[in-house]
């Protein structure tokens, strides 16, 4: 028990649609009802005059709504089985109630879409999966119920199933499954049941007992929003908060937004002792080498992994109160743990949330969905929505009433004139995507391996000897039986990255990739041997951002230009002098010399072999590999 | 190297903790109810984890009815002591010598009720705003759709239709002048999730939850405690039996199970085989179908 994980999902369907049958049926299968709760659902049924008991009646909770026979809040559920802790946000179906669906979905891993299979599929069960694509949930599961009642038929679940997987390719989901079931009989929500012998998929608890969770959850980039600075005396500083995304250990070192200050984790600190490791979802106080000055609403991040920083950008916005949205207003806007003024710059328009279309706006009325571009007092510090959930979303707070107004999700920075220089790049995510953990932790294959995963990143004008370098390195590395992963400048030329040309945006797109290529390998426990000319600092800043610390090491081969020209193992000075090529480095496009490489190998001054055991060297001095 | 899922118990240590240190960051004059429960009891040892090394930065509040178990009462000031926490009470007893409360009278007189009155006088004259709760979602139907933050207004109350939406964990603690928050950290914790980290983390329960013998009477197919407070009807009696209890709140409305279990473990086994929610111990909740919901909107727990 006590090693199970949670899994928070959130359910979806209209009145009719049996939500409440389907909940009440999994916590009584499940054994989460107990006697004296049935009991009063009894009686309670039986006054009503109901033929049957009502599930229903355990979910609906509040008078007015007993009084109405509607739910009208999110309600939250617990059961676990002995595999998981599950806390179900019951959300209401109604239109009116978008509101409350998006707060549901908000925390969610998993959304339950509830079809009554004698509709099929409706405008709201369109309504549903737009929303938990909105809130990027990274599983949907559509439960298509009232089978009992289509005579358990397949062709009619087959046909919904066809349907609504064509208005899913448009949304950003990949995980949709889907099972038929009879809530109110019981078929292949908890048991199988022996209505529907073609169907041989999980029922519905098997499959929320064994959907991977943490899906939705960034594990790359560290994101530390200070709650408090923790100061009980004069020896002891610390700042507390919950990690955001990805993790940290002693010894990193972190930058502190806004100041920009860097220093060193010095510990993590809890009251059972200090951590090796924190990672997100930890309640944790990181005490830092220095005393910088930091206090709520900063964030701590890494020095080469940083988020983006703007006091304007576009957002999608869901309205959740009754007064509409003032474009002329000034709203409170609660990120993370920051709190600043914003205003509307700019409404692009509302989304209609049956047909998806676009509507130009003036205003945002209560449930309606739109996309703005905000302007706060002070910057954020944030990753699109897409790309981290945790530093993505943020509330609007009206300080008058202060009420909640309204949901948000960053989509980026907006663009300004001065925004069009060239930045280091960005990681874009393509929108019918989920990232997966690969089920074998890193952990486990370097074990096997013998050794851990890095990337050595070798940098340095052509003929600087990279490549001569690397092969021979990857040879000894592969005779002591070491699992390697080696990505050459001109062999990804002639196929992943063929369109790509030299110029400086084509340059940086084909380190983006490679470098994407790079961090599979690397996760699959590699250590991964990458020989790019990669002339720009700024590509190179990015390759190491998508590591964590310590396994990114570059090493930059410095050799004169003039013995390189001479060397010319391609031929290439000499054509790029005659004008036959254009922009190549060195020539007629520049080079910058790294400044912090972690090893500079003077190829005009020692041999390959020597250069081989240096770094052979300097691997087993990072415990990279064993010293032999 | 650690894993990146977290076993759920710490998930939920984790998110407790952070929202307790969003009241600490949000409000100015917070408090801790306490209550003599393990809801609390585990209430206090969080906050103490929240904080560390540093103190618990806000009084914990005990409304005491009067009514109280007196091994309620002594682990409560060892408690206190041990964590270096500051203690505050207030008596029910007071108000209704003030004449500010009429006390109920007859057999199933109780306290339980009384108590809203001196909560929220306490907390005027504390000039609490935030009071922080061992409230659990799994409790009972009305406490499904409370929030993590549940806004209350100047008179103490709760409007069900007017509760602010909460997204991700974005807690709104904002207010007017003379509105206070409720603050549930233990919000998504079940029954069974107390006991296994109280398990896990070794933390010590008072007594009263375990099996020990103790007189007792039947009435309203509860078993309560012989105490002076509750005289016994025509035709009741009390009997020695070996008892725990699986709430701990007013003598007069806390009723015990026969239960043998003496250690954590054994409650836990008990627990699992059980068929009979928490609650269901509770006389106070008895009273008409709808009564948890009607005690909060008047400012109840």
């Not at chain 2, 109280?198 to 039947?218: C, K, N, T, W």
């Amino acid at each position: 028990m006590l090693s199970g994980d949670l899994l928070r999902f959130t359910t979806a369907g209209s009145v009719d649609d049996g939500k409440s049958t389907l909940i009440g049926r999994l916590l009584l299968d499940s054994k989460a009802i107990l006697e004296d709760t049935l009991a009063a659902m009894e009686r309670a049924s039986k006054q009503r005059g109901d033929p049957y008991l009502d599930l229903a009646l355990l979910t609906d909770g509040l008078r007015a709504e007993r009084e109405q026979g509607i739910t009208i809040d999110v309600a939250y559920r617990y059961f676990s089985t002995p595999r998981r802790k599950f806390i179900i946000a019951d959300t209401p179906g109604h239109v009116q109630y978008t509101r409350n669906m998006v707060t549901g979905a908000s925390t969610a891993e998993l959304a339950i879409v509830l079809i009554d299979a004698r509709k099929g599929v409706l405008t709201q069960s369109k309504r549903h999966g737009f929303l938990a694509s909105l809130l990027q949930i990274p599983h949907i599961l559509v439960a298509v119920n009232k089978m009992d009642l289509v005579d358990f038929d397949e062709s009619t679940f087959q046909a919904i199933v066809e349907d609504y997987r064509g208005f899913a390719s448009k949304l950003a989901v990949q995980d949709i499954a889907f099972i038929p079931i009879s809530a109110l009989l019981g078929d292949n929500v908890v048991n199988r049941g022996v209505n529907m012998p073609w169907y041989d998929g999980p029922s519905l608890l098997h499959h929320l007992e064994h959907v991977n969770v943490g899906a939705g959850r960034n594990l790359v980039d560290f994101r530390f929003p200070v709650q408090m600075a923790l100061r009980p005396h004069q020896d002891f500083r610390g700042f507390a908060g919950q990690i955001a995304s990805g993790s940290i250990t002693p010894g990193e070192e972190v930058v502190a937004l806004p100041s920009g200050r860097t220093s060193r984790v010095r510990k993590i600190s809890t009251y059972g002792g200090e951590l090796a490791e924190a990672s997100a979802g930890d309640s944790v106080v990181i005490v830092l080498e220095d005393e910088l000055d930091v206090s709520r609403g900063d964030m701590l991040v890494r020095r080469h992994n940083l988020p983006q920083v703007a006091s304007r950008f576009e957002c999608i916005l869901c309205w959740m109160n009754e007064e509409p949205l003032n474009p002329e207003g000034t709203y409170l806007l609660q990120h993370t743990t920051r709190q600043v003024r914003a205003t509307i710059s700019e409404l692009n328009y509302r989304i209609d949330v049956d047909t998806l279309h676009r509507e130009p706006a003036q205003t945002l009325q209560l449930n309606e969905i739109g996309r703005v571009q905000l302007t706060t007092s002070q910057p954020l510090f944030f990753d699109p929505y897409q790309i981290n959930r945790a530093t993505g979303g943020f509330i609007l707070i009206d300080p008058y009433t202060h009420n909640t107004v309204a949901a948000g999700m960053i989509r980026g920075q907006a663009q300004e004139l001065d925004d069009i220089a060239p930045r280091t790049p960005e990681r874009p995510k393509s929108s019918n995507v989920v990232w997966e953990s690969t089920a074998i932790m890193r952990a486990a294959r370097e074990e096997r391996n013998g050794h851990q995963a890095a990337m050595l990143w070798f940098t340095g004008l052509s003929g600087s000897g990279k490549t001569t370098v690397a092969r021979l390195l990857e040879r000894r590395l592969f005779a002591v039986g070491a699992q390697t992963f080696y990505l050459d400048g001109d062999n990804v030329r002639h196929g992943l990255n063929g369109d790509l040309g030299f110029s400086a945006a084509d340059r940086q797109e084909n380190i983006r990739r490679v470098a994407e290529v790079a961090r599979l390998a690397f996760d699959h426990g590699a250590i991964v041997i990458c020989t790019f000319i990669s002339p720009f600092e700024r590509d190179r800043k990015f390759a190491r951002s998508l590591l964590p610390e310590g396994r990114f090491i570059e090493i930059f081969t410095k050799c004169d230009i003039e013995l390189c020209k001479r060397r010319d193992p391609k031929g290439l000075y000499a054509k790029a002098l005659r004008g036959e090529i254009q922009e190549f480095t060195g020539i007629s496009s520049p080079y910058e010399a790294p400044t912090a490489a972690e090893l500079v190998i003077e190829t005009d001054l020692v041999s390959a072999e020597d250069a081989v055991e240096q770094i052979i060297g300097e691997l087993a001095r990072r415990g990279i590999i064993e010293r032999r | 190297m650690t894993s990146y899922i977290r076993p759920y118990l710490n998930q939920l240590e984790a998110e407790a903790i952070y929202v307790m240190r969003e009241v600490v960051a949000q409000f100015e004059r917070p408090v801790l109810l306490f209550s003599g429960g393990k809801d609390s009891i585990l209430l206090v040892h969080l906050a103490r984890r929240a904080f560390y090394p540093g103190r618990i930065p806000f009084p914990l509040l005990h409304i005491d009815t009067g009514h109280n178990f007196v091994e309620t009462l002594e682990f409560r000031d060892r408690l206190v002591r041990e964590l270096e926490a500051q203690l505050i009470v207030r008596y029910v007893q007071d108000a209704i010598d003030q004449g500010r409360v009429v006390e109920e009278t007859g057999p199933s007189a109780s306290r339980n009720v009384l108590q809203t009155v001196t909560l929220l006088d306490a907390l005027t004259e504390l000039k609490a705003d935030a009071a922080i709760g061992g409230a659990r979602r799994d409790e009972e139907k009305a406490r499904a759709k409370e929030r993590f933050f549940s806004h209350r207004d100047r008179f103490g109350q709760w409007d069900p239709k007017n509760q602010r939406p909460e997204l991700w964990n974005l807690y709104n603690g904002r207010k007017h002048l003379g509105e206070h928050f409720r603050v549930f950290p233990l919000s998504n914790w079940t029954e069974m999730d107390i006991w296994y980290f109280i398990q896990q983390q070794g933390i010590e329960m008072p007594s009263l939850y375990f099996a020990h013998r103790r007189d007792v009477f039947r009435r309203d197919s509860m078993t309560l405690a012989a105490t002076p407070y509750l005289p016994l009807l025509p035709g009741e009696r009390t009997q020695n039996r070996l008892i725990r209890f699986r709430t701990i709140g007013d003598m007069t409305c806390t009723g015990a199970v026969e239960s043998t279990a003496t250690t954590v473990e054994e409650i836990i086994a008990e627990l699992t085989a059980s068929r009979v929610t928490e609650r269901g111990t509770r006389a106070d909740d008895k009273r008409t179908e709808t009564a948890m919901e009607d005690r909060k909107k008047q400012g109840y727990f």
